[in-house]
C-alpha cells in the first residue's frame, strides 16, 4: 500500500476515503482516469494519488485544497484551511451522533451562501445551488493527512491547479502558497468567486479541455 490514512480524524474517516476512490483498484491501466476535486474535494484527489497513481492520467484542482501530505502542521492550516470568521457566526452544524458528541457535519447558512460561496454567480444560479447545498462531513477532515511509502505516486501524477481570482473561502494568498508549496504542472487561472462552475462555466470548461489535451499531446 502507497499511503495511508492516519487515525484520528474519527472512526468512520477510513470508511470516507475508501468511499471515494472505490471504483479506482477496479480499473485496468488502460482505463486510467482525470480526476477533478473542488474545494475540499482537493483532500480527495490527494488521497487518490498516494493510493491509486497508476491508475489516475491527470489530477486537476479546481480551487481546491492542495496540501502533499494534508493537514500536518501549522503551515498546512494557514495555507489551506477557509477563514471565514470575519463573516460572523455562518455555519449550521449537523450533531449527527447525538447533542453531546461532536458535530459530524456543517454547512454555510442560506443568508450567507451567495455572499462567500456564488457572490459573482447570476442569482438563478446561486438560488438553485442554495437548494442543492447539503451539508459536508465533518470527521473524515479533522487533522486527516497522509503518509508516503516507497511506491508513492505523489509525483507521477499531472496535477493542475486552477485558480479563482475573487475567491472568498480559499483566498488567493493560500492559492498561491499551496501552488508554490507543491508545484503542478498547469496553472490556469478564472475571474470567478469558489464556485467557476457558476459564474465562469465557458472558461473553466475551456480550460479543463486544454488540460485534458495536453494529456494526449504529451502520450
Known sequence: MASAMEPG???KSGVYWKHQTTRLPVLTLK????????????LSLTY???????????????????????????QDYKDADPDLSKYGDINKTVYGLG???PPTSTVIKAQFQRKILYHL???????????????GPLRPFRGVHFTEGPESGADSVPR?????????????????????RWPPAQVFVVESDHSPFFSTPSHLFAYLLEAVTSINCAT
Open 9 to 11: 480524524a474519527g472512526s
Open 31 to 42: 482505463l486510467r482516469v482525470i480526476l477533478v476535486g473542488h474545494s475540499a474535494g482537493g
Open 48 to 74: 487518490a494519488i498516494h493510493r491509486f497513481a497508476n491508475k489516475i492520467h491527470m489530477a486537476i484542482y479546481v480551487a481546491a485544497n492542495m496540501l502533499r501530505r494534508g493537514f500536518v502542521s501549522d
Open 99 to 101: 447533542a453531546d458528541q
Open 121 to 135: 454567480s447570476s442569482k438563478e444560479d446561486s438560488t438553485l445551488a442554495a437548494m442543492l447545498l447539503r451539508p
Open 160 to 180: 493542475v491547479f486552477i485558480k479563482t481570482m475573487h475567491d472568498r473561502v480559499i483566498m488567493q494568498h493560500q492559492q498561491d502558497a499551496m501552488i508554490r
